[in-house]
């Protein structure tokens, strides 16, 4: 389980005001697990903290209440569990939204405790997030990655290895345009979108400006082309298959272009190492361990704290 930020963004984005009810705490017999979340907005709801009273009650008082608060099933709702579950309430708007880049939230009242820190620290240092905890009155919560956008321009055999080296990767969408169906000879996995489109250039002006451009089609004057309209748009990375050579004459028509110099060194090229060979597995595996390599490097860890209060 973790915090869903995409999905808080967007009920915000439509209701404005929105409370988010998460559990924090459980002992005992309790229908979800620590983690489980509900959003909560004026006429409407989404999520389940496990139904039942304790839902609708929660659900009730969802902008009366904020801060953590502890319910025993059995005694206090009348449901046939008798564990014991501790809710944490929270109000969100436009204004109070965690940043998007944040990996892990972390957030109590008072000072952050020694444990929460040793916490953060000891993930830092794993790369791996925790997992939903109560920790002295301090709620940790991975926050769910938004999956990032890779766009393999290409579905020959080198285009087809990479889609399917990435695809099991779960922060990543991967997306492979080509000119024509017939050109997606190779299996891709079930999970790799199929886009084929005449003019590559034109659908690159339409690509997420957070996308990440790997380009590998089988004719080089497309390749110039969608360096040429990638340029023309924003992009978080475009590495290019090919040689010093290519890439050479490549930077001097797209100085003829209009290209400035520094814009041109925005694509990468040549992508991929050179010493694992020339299989496409092989040309497949080394994009695939730059483009991972860009992808930390460029977000990097980002941890929110804050207090309740």
């Known amino acids: 389980m973790s915090f869903d930020l995409t999905a808080l963004s967007d009920a915000v984005a439509k209701h404005g005001r929105v409370a988010r009810v998460v559990v924090a705490e459980v002992a005992g017999s309790v229908p979800r697990e620590v983690g489980a979340a509900m959003l909560v907005w004026d006429g409407g709801q989404s999520g389940s903290i496990g139904g039942g009273r304790l839902e609708f009650e929660a659900a009730k008082t969802a902008f009366t209440h904020t801060g953590l608060s502890r319910h025993a099933l059995g005694p206090d709702m009348g449901q046939c569990c008798g564990g014991r579950v501790t809710l944490l309430t929270e109000h969100f708007d436009a204004a109070s939204l965690p940043p998007l880049s944040d990996t892990v939230i972390a957030r109590g009242d008072g000072a952050m405790p020694l444990a929460v820190h040793r916490l953060l620290d000891r993930t830092r240092a794993q790369g791996i997030a925790p997992e939903p905890q109560l920790i002295q009155g301090w709620m940790v919560e991975p926050i769910t990655a938004p999956r990032k956008p890779i766009w393999i321009w290409g579905a020959g055999h080198v285009g087809a290895a990479l889609a399917n080296t990435l695809a099991p990767l779960p922060d990543m969408d991967v997306t492979v345009a080509d000119t024509a169906p017939d050109r997606f000879s190779f299996p ?52 290019l298959i090919g040689s010093d050579t290519k890439w050479a004459r490549f930077r001097k028509r797209l ?54 209060g």
């Open 255 to 308: 100085a003829g272009l209009g290209h400035t110099d520094a814009q041109i060194a925005r694509i990468c090229c040549p992508i991929g190492q050179k010493l694992l060979g020339k299989h496409p597995q092989a040309i497949a595996i080394g994009v695939a361990a730059q483009l991972v390599e860009t992808l930390k490097k460029r977000d990097g860890e980002t941890w929110q704290t804050r207090s309740l």
């Open 188 to 239: 891709l996995a079930d999970q790799v979108t199929k886009l084929p489109a005449a003019d590559l250039p034109r659908l690159a002006a339409h690509a997420p400006e957070e996308a990440r451009h790997i380009i590998v089609t089988y004719s080089h004057e497309i390749d110039l082309q969608l360096c040429h309209a990638l340029l023309a748009h924003e992009f978080a990375f475009a590495g």
